[in-house]
């Protein structure tokens, strides 16, 4: 934990400045969240209905203090919040610190806000009483690791909130001067919506901040800067957003949306609840983080979306259920997609990065949401064969003479699609094909009707029905003996049994002498072997179907060896290892690596005279 801190505050954070800014961050969320209780329980505010943060400066004690009267937290809610540095995964923030030194993007993003106290306090001295609670708490820490929890003496703690007491160092008794506060509260958190005060002595309090929700101002207002500080205010980033969406909707339902696209992935992105980071406000009154305003595949997108006229009282059980969020929910997504399809087309730089960080985040939506499949389409990006970035419409309109589908290749990695040998005949025949790599993609384009009247069709499930697409160079081949190959495919069958389902003669295949292809009513390879590795499904790799190169020469000389001798113990031998060697092409693990070792190291002891 000692050595944790220490990482955290000599190489994250390269502006000390910040640690008011996560302060002032933590009390505006606890007084956020005071309100929206205080809808069910008005009690909760009773005598101290001004909510505010209040920082207080003290020379001569050398302490700075940030206090709110917000929901305050129990002791064991001290415990939870502040004793688990890093929540969200520390070995994951280790790592990234050491390879990012310095770099004040991490900030926010594994739970470490509040400990950027430490960068310019020796000691850190937090009371808190939860509002309506008897009793408050002092939680204590050095910043070396380890922290003590105690009952708060009745006349130093708040009758309601925090107040978080920093003991600073004496390289950081600047913090203390007014204007120097006045300064970082007015580049980082003049959007607060709470009135953040500057208490001098017993009587001098003034508001430092502007205090109003910065959704509510007009856009004009709003200069690029302050954009930037309010998406690192909801989002922990530092980062400028690659795209920010601001709007008023009127008319039947009435709402601002002030939305950002981030320039780099949350940490949270593949978390497995797949929840939306939007913070759902009713009139200014902060109502939940997780409203679900966007469907899970725009779960990147962060930001607040303020509604004029929804109840609130409302439930996160009934936001479930709720016809007008159910609206708003319908018009925000469509708009998003729409924001995304314009930045799409006139920014090619941003778009290159937004679909680099996201674009296997959006490929869900495809699975997910029929209705707004058409729109995806518009905005999802490919690598294929011979370009990258390509979109369905660019792929379509360079088909080749005779083709009817849509042909994709999904592997596990892009090397591994580009070596593929079921590409070869498609290459030949200078066919386009999609190479999809992201572990979604196996999944939703199973489902999908095809693309502008054009199914999308596997290069590896089936037979390639290439014959009716013109060669761009013919090959030079030698004469395949069809009775000969006929014989050895017949041959195969008999060696191989049940380890495949079916042995033919490959369309697909120019320079390969063989590889394996699911059948026509088999579910894709790739789709049945991941599936198989989860285990919650009764799916099993099934047996492939081998295809041979009837041009190649290996395959020449084997079937006229099977013409020759038939059933041979030599071609019996021979049909293990063709198998094998195209599970090897294929990625797979070969049945026996010790057989096949074995094998391989007689023929090369026969091919030079061992």
């Known amino acids: 934990m000692a050595k944790l801190l220490q990482l955290m505050v000599h190489s994250v954070y390269s502006d000390r400045d910040v640690f008011l800014r996560e302060l002032i961050s933590n009390a505006a969320?606890?007084?956020?969240?005071?309100?929206?209780?205080?809808?069910?329980?008005?009690?909760?505010?009773?005598?101290?209905?001004?909510?505010?943060?209040?920082?207080?400066?003290?020379?001569?004690?050398?302490?700075?203090?940030?206090?709110?009267?917000?929901?305050?937290?129990?002791?064991?809610?001290?415990?939870?919040?502040?004793g688990t540095i890093a929540k969200s995964g520390t070995q994951a923030f280790m790592e990234q610190a050491k390879n990012d030194k310095g770099d004040v993007h991490l900030i926010g993003q594994f739970g470490v806000g509040f400990y950027s106290s430490f960068m310019v306090a020796a000691k850190v001295e937090v009371i808190s009483r939860n509002a309506g609670a008897p009793e408050a708490s002092l939680w204590t820490s050095d910043g070396s690791g380890t922290f003590t929890v105690a009952p708060a003496k009745p006349e130093t703690a708040p009758k309601r909130g925090t107040s978080i007491i920093l003991h600073l160092k004496d390289d950081a008794l600047e913090f203390l001067e007014d204007w120097k506060i006045e300064e970082v509260v007015r580049a980082y958190s003049d959007h607060v919506a709470h009135p953040i005060r500057l208490s001098i002595g017993s009587e001098t309090v003034r508001q430092i901040n502007e205090a109003s929700a910065i959704w509510t101002r007009p856009k004009a207002d709003i200069t690029p800067d302050q954009y930037k500080e309010f998406f690192g205010h909801i989002t922990g980033a530092y980062s400028d957003p690659a795209l920010t969406l601001h709007y008023?909707?009127?008319?039947?339902?009435?709402?601002?949306?002030?939305?950002?696209v981030p320039g780099e992935k949350p940490f949270d992105l593949y978390d497995p609840e797949r929840r939306g980071?939007?913070?759902?406000?009713?009139?200014?009154?902060?109502?939940?983080?997780?409203?679900?305003?966007?469907?899970?595949?725009?779960?990147?997108?962060?930001?607040?979306?303020?509604?004029e006229d929804m109840p609130l009282n409302i439930s996160r059980e009934m936001l479930q259920h709720n016809p007008q969020v159910a609206a708003i929910r319908k018009a925000v997504t469509n708009k998003v997609l729409a924001e995304l399809k314009k930045?799409?087309?006139?920014?090619?730089?941003?778009a290159d990065d937004i679909w680099a960080a996201f674009g296997p985040v959006i490929k869900e939506g495809l699975y997910e949401d029929m209705e707004r499949r058409d729109q995806l389409y518009?905005?999802?990006?490919?690598?294929?064969?011979?370009?990258?970035?390509?979109?369905?419409?660019?792929?379509?309109?360079?088909?080749?003479?005779?083709?009817?589908?849509?042909?994709?290749?999904?592997?596990?990695?892009?090397?591994?699609?580009?070596?593929?040998?079921?590409?070869?005949?498609?290459?030949?025949?200078?066919?386009?094909?999609?190479?999809?790599?992201?572990?979604?993609?196996?999944?939703?384009?199973?489902?999908?009707?095809?693309?502008?009247?054009k199914p999308f069709?596997?290069?590896?499930?089936?037979?390639?029905d290439l014959d009716l697409i013109a060669l761009e160079k013919e090959a030079p081949k030698g004469d395949a003996?069809?009775?000969?190959?006929?014989?050895?495919?017949?041959?195969?069958?008999?060696?191989?049994?049940?380890?495949v389902a079916d042995v033919r003669k490959s369309s697909r295949l120019t320079d390969s002498p063989v590889c394996l292809v699911a059948g026509d009513g088999a579910l894709d390879r790739t789709l049945e072997k991941?599936?198989?590795?989860?285990?919650?499904?009764?799916?099993?790799?099934?047996?492939?179907?081998?295809?041979?190169?009837?041009?190649?020469?290996?395959?020449?000389?084997?079937?006229?060896?099977?013409?020759?001798?038939?059933?041979c113990p030599e071609l019996g031998e021979a049909s293990g290892l063709l198998l094998d060697l195209a599970r090897v092409m294929d990625g797979e693990r070969v049945a026996d690596p010790v057989k096949f070792a074995g094998t391989v190291s007689a023929l090369m002891q026969k091919a030079f005279g061992a």
């Open 29 to 82: 969320d606890a007084l956020d969240k005071l309100r929206y209780e205080a809808i069910a329980e008005p009690d909760l505010m009773a005598g101290d209905a001004e909510l505010a943060i209040t920082i207080t400066p003290d020379k001569t004690a050398k302490t700075l203090t940030v206090a709110d009267n917000g929901i305050g937290m129990s002791q064991a809610e001290l415990i939870d919040n502040l």
């Open 248 to 260: 008023k909707a009127e008319g039947r339902h009435e709402y601002t949306v002030l939305l950002f």
């Open 277 to 307: 980071r939007q913070k759902l406000y009713v009139r200014r009154i902060f109502i939940t983080n997780d409203a679900e305003l966007l469907p899970p595949y725009l779960r990147f997108v962060r930001g607040v979306i303020d509604s």
């Open 343 to 350: 930045c799409f087309e006139t920014d090619a730089k941003k």
């Open 378 to 453: 518009e905005i999802v990006r490919f690598n294929t064969t011979k370009r990258e970035g390509v979109t369905l419409k660019d792929y379509v309109s360079d088909l080749r003479q005779n083709q009817t589908a849509i042909y994709y290749l999904t592997a596990e990695d892009a090397q591994k699609a580009k070596a593929s040998p079921q590409l070869e005949g498609f290459r030949a025949r200078g066919i386009e094909v999609l190479l999809l790599t992201d572990a979604v993609d196996s999944f939703w384009v199973r489902m999908a009707l095809g693309f502008d009247g």
């Open 457 to 464: 069709k596997s290069v590896t499930q089936g037979a390639a």
């Open 481 to 499: 003996d069809e009775a000969a190959t006929a014989t050895l495919i017949a041959v195969l069958k008999q060696s191989l049994g049940d380890s």
């Open 530 to 567: 991941l599936l198989a590795r989860q285990g919650t499904t009764d799916v099993k790799v099934s047996n492939p179907v081998l295809e041979i190169n009837a041009g190649h020469a290996l395959i020449q000389s084997l079937a006229a060896t099977a013409k020759k001798r038939g059933a």
